[in-house]
């Protein structure tokens, strides 16, 4: 009897011990097959992003990427920020698409709002490219260390927004 309870005990504690390990706050990564991997490291999504998911999107993967970039699933949207370094600039590509079958959004107002390493904030207005069918900026500058980047999305009045990192 003593036995039995004394493994119930040691079971329950591991999966507290479990739990208590997925909540602190790990955040998945993600590797990318582009030339520019090791000069940007993309974690798959931040944990606000991954709080914003659907149960659905969990389902399918959640940061599961076609682009290579890092995913959010909101909704019936599918989100996908691909940061690409430059000489003097970061080129960020947003593709923004619609349903399971990732249908390209072309006439979306998109934003970028950007945190720097050094703590200061640049907005800049994404343009669409009907070639790459994705919005498309370059943000100025070479400075090493994490960005945190808010998109911004009007699709016809609709607010879809999601939230990225990269560290450079």
């Known amino acids: 009897m003593k036995f039995t309870q004394s ?4 079971f329950a504690a591991m999966g507290l ?6 909540a602190s ?3 998945p990564t993600a590797s990318t097959d582009s030339p520019s991997a090791a000069a940007i490291e993309s974690p798959a999504m931040s944990p606000e992003a991954m709080a914003s998911m659907s149960p659905e999107a969990m389902a399918k993967g959640g940061g599961v990427s076609s682009q290579g970039g890092q995913v959010i699933e909101s ?4 989100l996908e920020l691909v940061p690409e370094p430059e000489a003097d600039a970061i080129h960020l590509d947003f593709f923004l698409q619609k349903g399971d079958s990732h249908e390209a959004i072309a006439d979306a107002k998109v934003m970028a709002q950007v945190q720097l390493p050094d703590g200061s ?3 800049l207005d994404m343009k669409y490219d009907a070639e790459g069918k994705h919005y498309t900026v ?6 090493a260390g ?4 808010a998109i ?3 699709i016809g009045g609709e607010k879809v927004n999601g939230r990225f990192n990269f560290t450079r």
Request: hydrophobic fraction near 35%.
């Open 25 to 27: 706050g790990g955040t």
């Open 121 to 123: 904030q640049k907005s």
């Open 146 to 149: 994490k960005y945190n980047v």
């Open 138 to 143: 370059a943000l100025p500058g070479t400075a």
């Open 7 to 10: 493994v119930s005990l040691t």
């Open 17 to 22: 011990l479990f739990l208590g390990a997925c």
């Open 75 to 78: 909704g019936a949207y599918h």
């Open 152 to 154: 911004l999305s009007d």
